[in-house]
T-cell receptor, first 110, second 116 residues
């Protein structure tokens, strides 16, 4: 079983839609959770960083962590064509290592 | 957020030559840096973990003599692809956490290597 599971998509939504991206994990020691956006041929850009369970909001982005279910989500409200990218989840807390999902490809159609 | 700078962003070299890629943490000290390789439309593949002042730890299957990593200061790690061959062509990305595994992890812009 992989440490982190993420549906690769691709996901295609109309502009203005709410996007839900998710990851599940197996290691209960993970406590730090991150979401990244990666455009083609660019390094991943950190969008959200959360610790333990709960919600965090930043503009159109909301990150949710449910440690009891080992499930994290990223919601994008009022999606824009510029949100079209690959979204990666990542987590840490078990030693000096970070674990990544495979990434979900998102396309927002104008 | 913190800034990790990586360059060159794109390099083309002849087969048999060596290429050095630099990764710098601009506004924080990075005792640890990670180096990844990414193939088109695939996820990040961790190659090695570099620790300032000590030898890098390579992932299984990564040739340490082919991919030389140096982390001589708290703000600079380098990856040298030695005797490059066309199969080494790829997108290489570095990252650094601001505070071990509890800190935010920031990535460089990535370096695209093309070996002719």
């Amino acid at each position: 079983q992989k440490e982190v599971e993420q549906d690769p998509g691709p996901l295609s939504v109309p502009e203005g839609a709410i996007v839900s991206l998710n990851c599940t994990y197996s290691n209960s020691a993970f406590q730090y959770f991150m979401w990244y956006r990666q455009y083609s041929r660019k390094g991943p850009e950190l969008l959200m960083y959360t610790y333990s369970s709960g919600n965090k909001e930043d503009g159109r982005f909301t990150a949710q962590v449910d440690k009891s279910s080992k499930y994290i989500s990223l919601f994008i409200r009022d999606s824009q064509p510029s949100d079209s990218a690959t979204y990666l989840c990542a987590m840490s807390g078990a030693g000096n290592q970070f674990y990544f999902g495979t990434g979900t490809s998102l396309t927002v159609i104008p | 957020g913190a800034v990790v700078s990586q360059h060159p962003s794109w390099v083309i070299c002849k087969s048999g030559t060596s290429v050095k890629i630099e990764c710098r943490s601009l506004d924080f000290q990075a005792t640890t840096m990670f180096w990844y390789r990414q193939f088109p439309k695939q996820s990040l593949m961790l190659m090695a973990t570099s620790n300032e002042g000590s030898k890098a730890t390579y992932e299984q299957g990564v040739e340490k003599d082919k991919f030389l990593i140096n982390h001589a200061s708290l703000t600079l790690s380098t990856l040298t692809v030695t005797s490059a061959h066309p199969e080494d062509s790829s997108f290489y990305i570095c990252s650094a956490p601001t505070s071990g595994s509890t800190g935010e992890l920031f990535f460089g812009e990535g370096s695209r290597l093309t070996v002719l």
